[in-house]
């Protein structure tokens, strides 16, 4: 996968997920055995020959990037990054990831569902939409958004995602259940004319990183049919094939990579007064963007890992 620097912060990180992907594929994340110990040499069969001892050394841990790495070079025959081919396994990218709060389901307050959007070689658009568990993100808490997300199609995408993609009693087909993930994942609701279209202003939406490399689980990649899905004058206009399935992880380059819209959303009362911006060391007065990027918010290599949800 195409690496984005030296430093890197991870802004999801699902262990549970990442264990289990190592553990279907032989791939070890513990650390490996080293020698700890020689005794004198015993007696066997009449030969002198040294005893030894072997354990894991204690406190040891890999560093997410270093277990990350190794994944991906596990998985990197599995891993689609060009998406010309059909039927990816697991999906790999760089580009924007948006994450908004999702309320519906066992998951409850703790839902998050992130949507990214990529090309294939031949410059049609592909759109991952992927469900995850806000404990494994590093930037966004319960209750940042101003209300979750919420969808009549919910318990048709959660059959999807609890089945990885296997079982389907909805009655909708491939194609029309991944487009009711598309809409879950893009906040689709419905939306007087006169509202504004600035995603800070969506109440579910929690914010957004650029520059984001991100390796998810695929459970369903659908590639729509034109002469049946008319989508020009929509929101949806270009949407050519829909990947459905399930974060691994998300990182970033640089801390201000990351926005969260609930700084956007405070008062004007808790923004810093013209005096204030004029201070050393603070910005020039600017439009709300200027406030929430580059804001850091507990790195997740700092974070005690919270993912038993997902």
């Not at 513990?30 to 894991?56: I, M």
């Not at 204690?58 to 596990?74: F, N, P």
């Not at 930037?139 to 389907?168: I, N, P, Q």
């Amino acid at each position: 996968m195409r690496r984005i620097g030296e430093v890197t912060t991870y802004r999801y990180w699902s262990e549970r997920r990442i264990r289990v992907i190592a553990r279907d594929n032989g791939l070890r994340l513990e650390a490996p055995w080293r020698l700890s110990t020689a005794s004198s040499p015993t007696s066997v069969l009449g030969l002198g020959l040294p005893v030894f001892a072997f354990q894991r050394p204690e406190g040891y841990e890999r560093s997410r990037r270093k277990t990350a790495d190794r994944l991906a070079k596990a998985l990197r025959g599995s891993i689609a990054v060009t998406y010309d081919e059909p039927g990816a396994r697991f999906a790999g990218g760089l580009g924007r990831v948006a994450f908004s709060a999702f309320t519906v389901g066992p998951q409850r307050d703790k839902g998050v569902v992130l949507h990214a959007r990529t090309r294939n070689g031949s410059g049609r658009r592909v759109d991952l939409c992927l469900f995850g568990s806000v404990d494994n993100a590093a930037d966004f808490r319960t209750g940042e958004a101003v209300e979750g997300g919420t969808s009549s199609a919910w318990y048709a995408v959660s059959e999807l995602l609890e089945s990885r993609g296997t079982r389907s009693t909805c009655g909708w087909d491939e194609q029309e259940l991944a487009f009711e993930a598309l809409k879950i994942a893009t906040g689709d609701r419905d939306r007087s004319e006169s509202e504004a279209e600035e995603p800070w202003t969506l109440p579910w939406a929690l914010g957004h990183a650029d520059e984001a490399e991100w390796l998810a689980v695929v459970y369903s990649d659908v590639t729509l049919d034109p002469e049946r899905w008319h989508l020009g004058g929509t929101d949806f206009e270009g949407t050519h094939r829909i990947i459905v399935g399930a974060p691994i992880w998300v990182r970033t380059a640089t801390p201000q990579a990351v926005v969260r819209y609930s700084q956007l959303r405070a008062p004007a009362s808790a923004r810093p007064t013209w005096w204030r911006r004029l201070l050393p060391g603070r910005s020039p007065a600017g439009p709300p963007a200027a406030l929430a990027a580059g804001t850091p918010h507990l790195d997740a290599e700092d974070v005690t890992d919270r993912s038993a949800a997902l």
